[in-house]
């Protein structure tokens, strides 16, 4: 027995046997919040013994690591105190400037004043959600959808519709319909979230044509379109298609990022918004950060001033074919009957379509014991729908480890289906 500081009798401390002992105390914005149970695995599939086809990391083995030290050094040196301070809440001129000229790549004309420099792109999609959605709220999203965005809305407590998809991305008609029963039904439809170039997850690309169409869907329907762009610079073959915000920059929030094209530690990302927007994006994004890190916009906007970073992109582009072609080859000569993928023509991502009566959720921890390991499609969908799927990433395993990672994925599925 002890005694309490008032001299009274204390009871004997009682031990919280909850989990977490906060529980009751957090945000009801925060029970969107919640890990899933495959991220447990991925600790495991991150093992050297596992070929990993799950993570979405960037290969940056061919970064000329020379010129990113010189520019670091040069940084330190000459502009070390003004890139070391705080910043612009919006991001520095300099870099808004060069965001502008790596946009016109994709046929966008863009004024540096309408860019808002972000934490990656993924902080793009916070702050977006944040000045648009109220709890309740709905997003339209292509299914599947990027993981990391159904996290977002969800977090801020909006619901997600999705709206199918064919092998040109998402299909303007069901987005059309999707619009009306949701209106119908009284549900308020925020906006269109797309990801046009070699989706994450599906592989696909919208034709230009496709995109023209959607964008009159999103007029009919006064609806706005987020269009979230990481992979764009990374096509294999020909130019890149003009981006939705080409053909419009009323109706567009896009969302751009330099870590596919140069590094992603730099944490450097971009949304570029019609006019009036922009003031809330600022304001937005001065609450979450006061300003994004001055340091790697020097950095970022040096190393494009000193750099052949379109020669740069370029590399990247042939690497990542190489594994593309890699992982494609060893699909064909290992997957089963019955078993189909996307052939996607840039970016990092095969979705695969297994067989009837397969599951690659359940399967997951036995592909982990035979040493591979992918995404289950299940992850893509806000609503468990999609355990036919997976997600089967190329970007990062050498050419020969996606060979051997297919071929140990197919003795899996032999089993599974002998199961
Ligand atoms: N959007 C998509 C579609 C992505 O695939 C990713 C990264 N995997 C992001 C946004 C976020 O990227 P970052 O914050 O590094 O720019």
């Known amino acids: ?14 031990r919280d046997t909850r989990l977490d002992p906060y529980v009751d105390r957090y945000a009801a914005r925060t029970h969107g ?16 013994e596992v070929v990993s086809l799950a993570g979405g990391m960037p290969n940056i083995a061919d970064l000329p690591l020379d010129v990113v030290g010189s520019v670091l050094e040069d940084l330190v040196t000459t502009t070390g105190m003004r890139a070391m301070q705080y910043g612009s809440g919006q991001g520095e001129p300099m870099i808004r400037e060069a965001i502008c000229e790596v946009m016109r790549l994709e046929g966008i004309q863009a004024h540096p004043d309408d860019v808002t420099v972000t934490v990656g792109s993924q902080q793009g999609l916070d702050l977006v959600t944040r000045i648009f959605c109220d709890p309740g709220d709905v997003v339209l999203c292509e299914a599947p959808s990027y993981v990391g965005a159904l996290g977002v809305f969800r977090a801020f407590q909006c619901d997600v519709a999705h709206v199918a998809m064919d092998e040109q991305g998402l299909d303007p008609q069901a987005l059309r319909e999707a619009v009306a029963a949701l209106r119908a ?65 009323d109706r567009v929030v896009y969302l751009g990022s330099f870590s596919k094209t140069f590094a992603p530690g730099f944490r450097v990302g971009w949304v570029l918004a019609p006019h009036a927007v922009r003031e809330k994006l600022v304001l ?80 997951l921890p036995r592909a982990v014991t035979a040493r591979v390991a992918y995404v289950p499609g299940t992850a893509f969908y806000a609503d468990g ?35």
């Open 284 to 363: 937005a994004q001065e609450s979450a950060t006061l300003c994004p890190p001055v340091f790697s916009q020097f950095a970022i906007a040096a190393y494009l001033a000193n750099h052949d970073w379109r020669g740069q992109i370029k590399v990247f582009r042939e690497m990542y074919r190489e594994r593309r072609d890699a992982l494609l080859a060893g699909l064909a000569d290992h997957m089963p009957a019955g078993m189909s993928w996307t052939v996607p023509t840039g970016g990092f991502f095969v979705w695969a379509t297994l067989p009837p009566g397969l599951d690659s959720h359940a399967m």
């Open 385 to 419: 729908f999609g355990s036919r799927y997976m997600r089967l990433s190329y970007c990062f395993p050498t050419p020969e480890r996606l060979v051997e990672g297919t071929r140990r994925l197919g003795e899996v599925l032999a089993h599974e289906a002998s199961m």
């Open 185 to 249: 039904a009284g549900r308020t439809v925020k906006f269109l979230y797309t990801i046009p170039n070699f989706q994450n997850p599906a592989g696909v690309t919208q034709s230009l044509e496709r995109r023209a169409e959607i964008l009159r869907v999103a007029e009919e329907a006064d609806l706005l379109v987020v269009e979230d762009n990481p992979y764009g610079l990374l096509g294999f073959d020909g130019e890149p298609t003009p981006a939705i915000r080409a053909l419009d920059e």
């Open 33 to 48: 919040m919640t890990a899933s149970a495959i991220r447990a695995l991925f600790s495991v599939a991150n093992r050297p």
């Open 1 to 14: 027995m002890t005694h309490g500081p008032a001299g009274g009798v204390a009871r004997p401390a009682r």
